[in-house]
């Protein structure tokens, strides 16, 4: 084989294995930011169970503790220490439900972000992919001339 046809053969491999190269990248960095997408996704559904969970453990406290105070001789309707401990625990729940759904969104946003990075590394990757492979090519024609002469 002619070494100009090597040496033409030789960039051109070289240049097509950099852009593939990106696009792997590329399609990598999608995969990333869809797994992120389906974490935060799945974060969101187990923030809510949780919070589903806590509403029904508030709701079986009161029952039980609506139960103690009518089996203690308490009035339930007109008893202000009682009306005062069920508002109490009335405003830890909202305040629990609160935190958690503050937390949710805290983690959606920075997975938002995480996959936002993870789609700009991919196109990066790419685009720095075809420049080097534009300066392999022009390289390449570069010492292909300087060997026809």
Do not use: C, H, W
Not at 23 to 37: G, M, T, V, W
Not at 129 to 135: F, G, K, Q, V, Y
């Amino acid at each position: 084989m002619e070494p100009t046809t090597m040496l033409a053969a030789s960039v051109a491999i070289s240049s097509v294995t950099q852009i593939l190269g990106g696009i792997s990248a590329k399609k990598e960095a999608e995969l990333n930011a869809y797994q992120l997408k389906t974490d935060s996704i799945l974060n969101q559904v187990r923030a809510s169970q949780m919070a589903e969970q806590r509403l029904r453990d508030y709701d079986q406290a009161t029952s039980t503790n609506l139960a103690a105070f009518a089996a203690a001789g308490r009035d339930i309707g007109s008893d202000r220490s009682v009306k005062a401990f069920l508002e109490a625990e009335k405003g830890k729940l909202a305040e629990d439900i609160s935190r958690a759904g503050t937390q949710t969104e805290l983690e959606r946003l920075q997975s938002m972000q995480a996959m936002a990075t993870e789609r700009r590394k991919g196109r990066t990757a790419l685009a720095v992919s075809i420049l080097n492979a534009a300066d392999t090519a022009s390289s390449g024609y570069y010492d292909y001339k300087s060997v026809q002469k």
